[in-house]
């Protein structure tokens, strides 16, 4: 095993997580409980380490996994830890291959963790980057199905014991409709795992540097919240995000849909914003905000929403009329924003026919 | 491989057809697509042998192969004709077995003539005999499963190559409930094949004998039809059903429900039954006949409509307001009717909670 990267400890974990809900956009589901799984399973002697993109030859097999579901369910049903696990093992049984490092389908919410735990029952790495640098609804909005990764086979698992392999699949659209409808039939959270990818296609197709990226955001949070400093103001200046709206919560509307969370949510505007309304449409994730009826950032951008005092990550299930929020926006990947991307995870993809895609500037602009 | 039993001829798949027809009591799907398949089959050079229960050695091992869907959508979708094939092959190649023969899941209805068409897919013979002896709407329903059949692995497949393997599932319930939604996203049909069974367990398991069965009756009605008899009263004598009903459909109502067709029939009697009413539930297959309220044939007896002039069995979905209609009623093979079966495909296990299954006479009784 390469070792180079680093080994996770158990301190990086809360920090990780932080992170993780952040580039989460809303979705993703609370990484808390797996959290909690992971520092288990280190604690009782795990050691997973995260390894660069150049650390594995180019011929080396990796798993992508993550967890599945609506992230309204995953708050109530806990994961039983070992499903992406048993996922991966599937693929690897029905593929004929063996894996040398996981990766993580989405950094953004509880999938950040999933490999992480699922390393941990393998005893493998992970690869520090992710198929989204953020979080998205559906299994074929990752850049490793954007670029070419084969859909076949795949795998889910549940807590009970069911498996689940997906052999042949004619594209990511049908194994999004099997995977997904699968999922609802487990409960609505499952573990999943896709085909081997080589390490060389991995290096071209991943988002690089999402775990430590992750890492590194959590790490500035708990780093003002311990300096009493204000944490969104700190988040800007670290990330090269920008803060769009601060306001208060008017309404809120949310509905599971086959398996989704949809729903908008309206904010009045406060402080500099008085005056103003924003509204933003939830499909799991954060997919646009419009301010005065004016588009301002829209998917594959990151919009997160935070807690105005605390700076805290708010999903969209936590969502509640009454809360103060700071809206941030920041450029997603520079992988993301190829015409082939958009087609996958665009505006007119999340079904906004009428909105092109208008990129945040990639540099830091004072809020 | 066995001589014994015989090889299906052309000139044996209408009977046969017509047979499983009435055998499905409704439901199965309709057989005529099927038959047109396998005769182009048996045309290119195809051959099929109809073995025996026991035929094959008790180390063979059994794939059990059959159509998965909603009959109302069957009518409409025509199958390519390889899906059970391709699912039985997933199955092979998960459980690491190779098949000697293959069987019916449900002799009534269309897949009475699946496993045929994968059998010359394959090269291989098919077992005389099936898991119903008749036909229910759901795949744990079958002898195999109320006797102890392993429920994984399972496969299932479409006709756009989609091959989806239930690898590990905790029981036939939840396989139930995984392929049934699979098949809705195929499209509402789909081949399916279940886990290998040794030739030991299907011959105390299987309802023995019936695609000859299905073949004989078939055979009657063409026979009566060619001597310009009353269809209805040869099936009656020929097979020991008895003739419950005549009389006129007034009424009919389905809905397709998660991949299910779900409905009723009234029928205003004439003849003896003139001034009485009948009513038949239907949840693919008819389950129960009421006449003037009083329960008089229920699941898993067999209730088969047919039509009063041309003895033409009736599928659920070709029921007509106006149709003129003899209804017979055929007791069960004594499998399906130990308190084991019953909790499976007793009325208490479609939703009739006050119905106490009486089993029908097993001698005939004249109409």
């Given at each position: 095993?390469?070792?180079?990267?680093?080994?996770?400890?158990?301190?990086?974990?809360?920090?990780?997580?932080?992170?993780?809900?952040?580039?989460?956009?809303?979705?993703?589901?609370?990484?808390?409980?797996?959290?909690?799984?992971?520092?288990?399973?280190?604690?009782?002697?795990?050691?997973?380490?995260?390894?660069?993109?150049?650390?594995?030859?180019?011929?080396?097999?990796?798993?992508?996994?993550?967890?599945?579901?609506?992230?309204?369910?995953?708050?109530?049903?806990?994961?039983?830890?070992?499903?992406?696990?048993?996922?991966?093992?599937?693929?690897?049984?029905?593929?004929?291959?063996?894996?040398?490092a996981?990766?993580?389908?989405?950094?953004?919410g509880?999938?950040?963790?999933?490999?992480?735990?699922?390393?941990?029952?393998?005893?493998?790495?992970?690869?520090?980057?992710?198929?989204?640098?953020?979080?998205?609804?559906?299994v074929?909005?990752t850049?490793?199905?954007?670029?070419?990764?084969?859909?076949?086979?795949?795998a889910?698992?549940?807590?009970?014991?069911?498996?689940?392999?997906?052999?042949?699949?004619?594209?990511?659209f049908?194994?999004?409709?099997?995977?997904?409808?699968?999922?609802?039939?487990?409960?609505?959270?499952?573990?999943?795992?896709?085909?081997?990818?080589?390490?060389?296609?991995?290096?071209?197709?991943?988002?690089?540097?999402?775990v430590?990226?992750?890492?590194?955001?959590?790490?500035?949070?708990?780093d003002?919240?311990a300096?009493?400093?204000?944490?969104?103001?700190?988040?800007?200046?670290?990330?090269?995000?920008?803060?769009?709206?601060?306001?208060?919560?008017?309404?809120?509307?949310?509905?599971?849909?086959?398996?989704?969370?949809?729903?908008?949510?309206?904010?009045?505007?406060?402080?500099?914003?008085?005056?103003?309304?924003?509204?933003?449409?939830?499909?799991?994730?954060?997919?646009?905000?419009?301010?005065?009826?004016?588009?301002?950032?829209?998917?594959?951008?990151?919009?997160?929403?935070?807690?105005?005092?605390?700076?805290?990550?708010?999903?969209?299930?936590?969502?509640?009329?009454?809360?103060?929020?700071?809206?941030?926006?920041?450029?997603?990947?520079?992988?993301?924003?190829?015409?082939?991307?958009?087609?996958?995870?665009?505006?007119?993809?999340?079904?906004?026919?009428?909105?092109?895609?208008?990129p945040?500037?990639?540099?830091?602009?004072?809020?």
């Amino acid at each position: 095993m390469s070792d180079k990267g680093y080994i996770l400890k158990e301190s990086d974990l809360l920090p990780l997580s932080i992170g993780a809900a952040l580039l989460g956009t809303g979705g993703g589901g609370n990484p808390y409980i797996g959290m909690l799984r992971a520092r288990e399973l280190l604690r009782k002697g795990a050691s997973v380490r995260v390894l660069p993109l150049d650390a594995l030859p180019d011929d080396a097999w990796i798993g992508e996994v993550g967890g599945i579901g609506a992230p309204v369910v995953g708050v109530e049903k806990i994961e039983e830890g070992g499903e992406c696990f048993r996922a991966m093992r599937a693929v690897e049984e029905t593929a004929g291959v063996t894996m040398s490092a996981l990766i993580s389908a989405e950094i953004g919410g509880a999938n950040a963790l999933e490999p992480i735990i699922a390393a941990a029952y393998a005893g493998l790495p992970v690869i520090d980057g992710d198929g989204m640098g953020r979080a998205f609804p559906e299994v074929q909005m990752t850049t490793f199905f954007i670029y070419g990764a084969k859909a076949e086979p795949a795998a889910i698992a549940d807590e009970k014991g069911n498996v689940v392999v997906f052999k042949k699949v004619l594209d990511m659209f049908w194994l999004e409709r099997f995977a997904r409808h699968t999922a609802v039939d487990m409960g609505a959270a499952a573990g999943f795992a896709i085909a081997p990818m080589s390490m060389a296609f991995v290096r071209r197709a991943a988002v690089p540097g999402t775990v430590t990226q992750a890492l590194d955001i959590g790490q500035t949070v708990l780093d003002a919240r311990a300096k009493r400093q204000n944490v969104i103001q700190r988040i800007v200046e670290a990330t090269g995000a920008k803060l769009f709206f601060t306001g208060k919560v008017t309404d809120i509307r949310r509905e599971l849909i086959g398996g989704f969370a949809r729903g908008q949510a309206i904010i009045a505007g406060t402080d500099a914003w008085a005056g103003s309304e924003a509204r933003i449409a939830i499909q799991n994730e954060n997919l646009v905000l419009w301010i005065d009826g004016e588009p301002a950032i829209m998917v594959p951008d990151l919009i997160m929403n935070l807690e105005l005092e605390t700076g805290e990550p708010i999903t969209t299930e936590m969502l509640r009329y009454g809360q103060r929020v700071g809206v941030i926006g920041l450029p997603v990947h520079d992988l993301m924003k190829t015409p082939e991307a958009l087609e996958i995870v665009g505006p007119k993809a999340f079904g906004y026919p009428d909105l092109t895609f208008t990129p945040l500037a990639t540099k830091p602009i004072a809020a």
